[in-house]
């Protein structure tokens, strides 16, 4: 399979299969503009706890409600990894994790050991969350070295970069997308959760519109039904990032 090298000199291939999953991230963005009914969507969704006050018992039935609904993964913060892939043994369902959460204000090299972790733990999957700050500074070049060094550090597991949109202008929201794709990763992704606001149809549109045909877009934050994850899908996302996976889906 080509390969290329980015400014970065990070091999990147949007081609190369979802850990786990067989398919790559352009099949997944075409499977999702297939979807029409929200019972479609379990496929497209992370199914998520990060909460501080999440305990063992939270996580269990985390795991089972995505193995029982067919959710692509789990996304939980790096304490329960190990939990969460004893309870997903023998299923499908990915493990993804965070990495810099919530306000990526970390040393970068702090980053890239925490997503490198995280993989030895057995993550298929790590959402960074972008130095917020320097991207609103103008330190591109940071910006695009901390996201890299994730991506190296992660070694072909697929990274998702968080962007925080409603702390950015629309040229910041496409400047962060552009370091994104440059710098390796395999989806941008709207909001943490924990900031002022979450994903919007028209900021979805905006990052779609900005990395182009290949990249995964995931919405995250305040996606509650099954008509605010349909309208997602149809603004360009390819993921959905929800606590309300089970109620989004109709069961």
């Known amino acids: 399979m080509a390969q290329k090298l980015n400014n970065?000199?990070?091999?990147?291939?949007?081609?190369?299969?979802?850990s786990g999953a067989g398919r790559s991230v352009k099949d997944e963005i075409a499977g999702a503009q297939k979807v029409r009914?929200?019972?479609?969507?379990?496929a497209y969704i992370d199914h998520t706890l990060l909460k501080p006050d999440a305990d063992r018992n939270a996580i269990i039935e985390l795991c089972s409600q995505a193995?029982?609904?067919?959710?692509?993964?789990?996304c939980i913060n790096p304490y329960w990894l190990p939990l969460a892939k004893e309870n997903l043994k023998g299923s499908t369902v990915k493990l993804c994790t965070v990495c810099g959460f919530?306000?990526?204000a970390d040393d970068p090299?702090?980053?890239?050991?925490?997503?490198?972790?995280?993989?030895?733990q057995g993550a298929d999957e790590v959402d960074m969350v972008i130095n917020i700050g320097a991207l609103r500074s103008g330190r591109y070049r940071e910006v695009f070295d901390d996201i890299s060094g994730v991506v190296r550090a992660a070694g072909g597991k697929i990274v998702k970069v968080?962007?925080?949109?409603?702390?950015?202008?629309?040229?910041?929201?496409?400047?962060?997308?552009?370091?994104?794709?440059?710098?390796?990763?395999?989806?941008?992704?709207?909001?943490t959760g924990f900031?002022?606001?979450?994903?919007?149809?028209?900021?979805i549109a905006l990052?779609?519109?900005?990395?182009?045909?290949?990249?995964?877009?995931?919405?995250?934050?305040?996606?509650k039904t099954g008509e605010d994850a349909l309208a997602m899908i149809k603004a360009g996302a390819n993921r959905i990032g929800t606590s309300a996976g089970v109620k989004i889906i109709g069961k």
């Not at 009914?37 to 379990?42: C, D, I, S, T, Y």
């Not at 090299?109 to 030895?120: H, I, M, P």
């Not at 997308?177 to 909001?191: D, E, I, P």
């Not at 900005?210 to 934050?221: F, H, Q």
């Open 207 to 223: 990052m779609r519109e900005t990395v182009g045909p290949d990249l995964g877009v995931k919405a995250s934050g305040g996606v």
């Open 37 to 42: 009914e929200p019972k479609e969507l379990a």
């Open 162 to 191: 968080i962007i925080e949109t409603c702390l950015l202008t629309q040229e910041q929201k496409i400047e962060a997308c552009l370091l994104a794709k440059g710098a390796g990763a395999h989806f941008v992704k709207t909001s």
């Open 67 to 74: 193995v029982e609904n067919g959710f692509c993964s789990v």
């Open 8 to 18: 970065s000199g990070v091999q990147t291939d949007c081609q190369r299969p979802l």
């Open 102 to 104: 919530p306000l990526g």
């Open 109 to 120: 090299s702090l980053k890239s050991d925490e997503a490198r972790k995280a993989v030895e």
């Open 195 to 203: 900031s002022s606001g979450g994903a919007t149809i028209a900021d």
